[in-house]
């Protein structure tokens, strides 16, 4: 029988995504009517390594007050950074080199410290590998799915990728009247470094001509033989959507930069595909990246209700004595999954799934 919770902590790392504060409402407010008391960690797990750079502490109060009018915020009140992996934290040695070192160890003790019984993890599965570390140390957690991308295995959705695939279907709709007064190739860039959900839906809802996914490299030939169709059916415009991580066949994802401590910044691909395409089709190519245009604004009325649904989830699943797991959207009920299965490896794009084939019969080229 697991001891008595008296205090628990919350926390949000890597990427923010619309719906985070949702969670972070529903998890206090369902903590408190237990009569538990809540804390917010700043910055990842920075605010329990580096207290020090916090003015308040790192670590503060959460109650019904703070939480009162932030269900339909984005970002997080709490802070986030992709640049805290406990396991890999960026540190210098006494010859003021910069090496990764594990603080897992040392953060599973700080939690004791501040008397912390459980924390319930907001994330990603870089972050949810994380509190899947934590876990094994002996730490209390749940795990709350949180990505943009969708690309988290074990739940059906993350919360924040409805909020993106509607804006960035959005921008798909106002794009065409102005493509097609110019008659111009559009090349959107999306967000998706190794899933390309995002692409893939707003691609089809905002009826794109071509998708580029990570999941099925391109030729681009193949895209501008698509283009030149469109001429022969008096279509003189056409939109193309491509995820940061989509590759060439036989090439590989742009890649901006490589730091310490984090994963590799993406970029640039949306403008490689419209140079080759202008080349190709002899057609003025423009590209528009959405980037993280797609993390902001409010969350959806879907993501809303998954984000309180899950907050609340993970607080029954911490007063019903479990641990490890992270809460999942398995229609129409909300699961438990073991955080080392849902974080094994990604959800990415199955060639052969329905949006693929719907696509496919509906005339869009994935340039394959
Ligand atoms: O994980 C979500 C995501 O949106 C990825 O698609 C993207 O590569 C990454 O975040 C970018 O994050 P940032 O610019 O904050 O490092």
Not at 203 to 213: E, F, K, P, V
Not at 276 to 298: F, Y
Request: net charge positive; proline share 4%; hydrophobic share 40%.
């Amino acid at each position: 029988m697991a001891a008595k919770i008296k205090r628990i902590a919350i926390n949000t790392g890597g990427g923010d995504a619309p719906g985070l504060n949702a969670v972070i409402r529903a998890v206090v407010i369902s903590a408190a009517n237990k009569g538990w008391e809540v804390v917010g960690i700043r910055d990842g797990y920075n605010g329990l390594l580096l207290p020090q750079d916090y003015p308040d502490g790192g670590v503060i109060p959460l109650t019904r007050t703070t939480v009162r009018g932030i269900t339909h915020l984005g970002g997080t009140i709490l802070g986030t950074t992709n640049k805290g992996n406990p396991a890999k934290y960026p540190t210098q040695d006494k010859h003021g080199r910069w090496y990764e070192a594990d603080r897992t160890g040392e953060l599973v003790k700080l939690f004791k410290k501040n008397k912390i019984d459980a924390l319930i993890a907001l994330g990603g599965d870089g972050s949810l590998g994380i509190a899947n570390l934590l876990a094994q140390k002996g730490l209390r957690v749940i795990g709350v799915p949180k990505t943009i991308d969708n690309d988290l295995k074990g739940t059906v959705a993350t919360f924040g990728f409805d909020t993106a695939v509607a804006f960035a279907t959005e921008c798909l709709d106002r794009l065409h009247s102005t493509a097609e007064a110019h008659r111009r190739v559009m090349v959107v860039e999306v967000m998706g470094r190794y899933a390309g959900w995002i692409a893939l839906n707003a691609g089809i809802s905002g009826t794109a001509d071509a998708i580029l996914i990570p999941e099925i490299p391109y030729d681009l030939s193949k895209v501008a033989d698509s283009i030149k169709y469109l001429e022969t059916r008096n279509k003189h415009f056409a939109i193309v959507v491509v995820a940061e991580g989509a590759k060439p066949r036989g090439g590989q994802a742009c890649v901006v930069s490589k730091e310490l401590g984090r994963q590799e910044k993406l970029g640039g691909v949306g403008e490689q595909v419209a140079r080759e395409l202008q080349e190709l089709t002899g057609r003025e190519c423009r590209t528009v990246v959405l980037g993280h245009l797609l993390r902001g604004g409010s969350p959806t009325t879907f993501d809303r209700l998954l984000s309180l649904r899950f907050g609340a989830a993970a607080v029954r699943a911490l007063e019903e004595g479990r641990s490890g797991v992270m809460v999942a959207l398995d229609p129409p009920k909300v699961r438990y999954v073991p955080l080392a299965q849902a974080t094994q490896r990604l959800k990415t794009v199955p060639r052969d799934c329905d949006s693929v084939l719907t696509a496919r019969s509906l005339g869009i080229s994935f340039g394959d």
